[in-house]
């Protein structure tokens, strides 16, 4: 089973306890479905659980049968044909949220959701018959699809006036549909929460963060990675410059205290600042420090090039 068919068999499972939600619901479902028109149609729907909650939903809210046909044909296999048979009952179904009928375009009438309650089912409804949401472990998208374009965009404004979440859809044409679709993983948690998926949201929410966690370790461990490197550069430029002091002057000619951390770095090419703070018990900054003034003063006595040419000059006279 997908992540989206999971979550509508959860929505599926709902019941509304109060008439104001439940008709809300049968609105949203009735409405997206295709069948919301006095023209005889019918639309196809591929999850049982969604196909009879749309025969109950004509049933209960305008007492209207509606016929679910299992469907043979190997494009649709295992998916329901609805269709509401009989214009006067089509009409029935439309006028009791309001509709005509006979409207230009198809629009959703705010009187059938008055109260925030209501908003919640309806959503449900819209999202059970017209929506899906796609595995979070591949990425975060929920839509709707709808042929009509004011649906479309009220839609939109339906889910930008939910109070308790802060929605910003999109809308994009696809074919002969529009789509409204939610990209935010907080937002489509917020959303599936908000009809009642609240399984779904919790399953979203743990394969975030296991995908936060894991980036972060990704992250460190990369990072680690890039500081290793530029402790080793640095370490080996240190070196350089301690075994040139060493050949040139000696080391006895350094101060105690840098000769301290020279003669540490040197048998240590890979210890970290970090740790030569430990050992040498002074801050880091400190060990910083005088890595520096080795490496200013190693530049005094001019690189390893210039002495062998020196030499070879010396050897000349
Ligand atoms: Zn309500």
Do not use: W
């Not at 006028?95 to 230009?104: A, D, K, L, P, V």
């Amino acid at each position: 089973m997908s992540f989206a068919s999971d979550c509508k068999e959860e929505l599926c499972k709902i019941e509304n306890k109060r008439a104001c939600c439940l008709k809300a619901e049968c609105y949203g479902l009735l409405l997206f479905s295709k069948c919301f028109s006095l023209r005889d149609a019918q639309m196809i729907c591929e999850n049982s659980a969604v196909a009879r909650r749309i025969t109950e939903a004509a049933a209960v809210s305008a007492g209207v049968y509606a016929e679910m046909r299992a469907q043979l044909h190997r494009k649709n296999a295992g998916a329901y044909a609805i269709a509401i048979p009989g214009e006067d009952a089509r009409r029935q179904m439309v006028t009791s949220f309001g509709h005509t009928g006979r409207e230009i375009s198809l629009r959703i009438r705010m009187e059938n959701l008055l109260k925030d309650c209501c908003t919640a089912a309806f959503l449900r409804g819209v999202f059970l018959v017209c929506g899906t949401v796609t595995d979070p472990q591949k990425e975060y998208h929920l839509e709707f699809v709808t042929p009509y374009l004011h649906l479309a965009e009220d839609l939109v404004a339906v889910l930008q006036g939910v109070k308790a979440a802060q929605f910003s859809p999109s809308v994009a044409r696809r074919k002969n549909s529009y789509i409204v679709y939610l990209k935010e993983s907080g937002a489509i948690e917020d959303f599936l929460t908000l009809i009642g998926a609240v399984n779904g949201a919790m399953e979203l929410m743990q394969i975030k963060m296991y995908k936060e966690t894991y980036n972060n370790l990704n992250r460190v461990s990369n990072c680690e990675t890039a500081n290793l490197d530029k402790t080793f550069s640095a370490a080996s430029r240190q070196i350089a410059a301690i075994a040139l002091i060493s050949d040139k002057v000696g080391l006895d000619e350094l101060p105690e205290d840098l000769r301290e951390a020279a003669l540490l770095r040197l048998h240590n090419p890979e210890m970290s600042l970090r740790e030569m703070s430990e050992r040498l018990s002074i801050s880091r900054s400190g060990v910083n420090h005088r890595l520096r003034r080795i490496l200013e003063y190693a530049e005094t006595l001019g690189s390893p090039e210039e002495e062998i040419s020196a030499q070879h000059e010396k050897g000349k006279e």
